[in-house]
């Protein structure tokens, strides 16, 4: 059932039942089917000091600010839209502290069979993780890493596709972040760092504000937002190219739940058409408000287990 619109009291959040096994995490692929799913909790939220760009555009008065009125059904839609695929879903509890639990996918991310606890940039998400605590308590300590605190590292930089490992660095996770992630996994997949551009106009907070794998051989790409274009993107993917506007939108930031179909912002026109053109089913919901707080789909979801 979605929430009401105007329903401002924060609900508890079930925490996920209490296994009698490991919970087994599993991801290999941006676009594998998806079973278990982490999505953000807008409840609590409320804007603080600003943090990204999007934060410094909606801060204060502006009429189309985020709010929890408006954020709270959005992610009950999303939330209502994963289960009706019956995927799990499994929403953070509620951190004293932190005001803002809408993008799980910075705070952890799930490389093979090994979920990583993130090292965050920013002080106001650095407790974050304790909201998903019930979650990594669940998972053999032998499939847990944590990232040391001497290096930066969040999830929105990181994409799994297959053999190949990126690893964006820029605004957000350093250098020293992603070479700590090649040591680390470099034995099982080729790992690609891909610097990032956040120049002039540019808003690219994380690698998937600019580059996302879609379908079995197409990607969602905003050249501008890369210093560089590694070859084995040129070579590996046929391109689906975002302008401006649309990156501004955070068009690029879909979640993949199988390897055909997406889900997307309703008022992805253009690039909604690509996909479709390319044989992607696109299921739109509306989604404007957390696009405003810095993530779009992508970044409002932690998978934590895909099929193949």
Known sequence: ?????????????????RRTEPRRVHVHSETGRLRSVIIGYPDTWVMADPINKKHRIYHGD???????????????????????????????ESVEG?????????IGFVVGDTFVVASMATTCRREEWHGIRSVLDTIPDTDLIRAPASVVIEGGDVILDRDMLYIGYGERTTLSGAEFLRERFGDRYEVVLVPLDDHDHKDVLHLDCAFVPVGERHALIY????????????????????????????????LSIAPDRVITRHTAY???????????????????????????FRCASLPLRREG
């Not at 059932?1 to 039942?17: C, K, N, S, Y």
């Not at 932190?98 to 910075?106: A, G, I």
């Not at 050249?223 to 068009?251: A, F, N, S, T």
């Open 270 to 296: 253009r690039v909604n058409e690509r996909l479709r053109d390319v044989g992607i089913e696109t299921i739109e919901i509306p989604f404007d408000y957390t696009p405003r707080c810095g993530g779009s």
């Open 98 to 106: 932190v005001p803002d639990q809408l993008t799980p996918r910075d």
């Open 62 to 92: 502006h009429p189309d600010r985020p709010t929890r009125e408006r954020l709270i059904p959005e992610l009950a839609r999303f939330r209502a839209t994963l289960e009706s695929f019956d995927i799990e879903v499994i929403q953070p």
């Open 1 to 17: 059932m979605l929430d009401r619109a105007g329903d401002l009291q924060p609900r508890a959040v079930t925490p996920p039942r």
């Open 223 to 254: 050249p501008p937002g890369l210093k560089e274009i590694p070859d084995v993107i040129r070579d590996r993917y046929e391109w689906i190219e975002i302008d401006d506007d649309e990156q501004h939108h955070l068009e690029t930031n879909v």
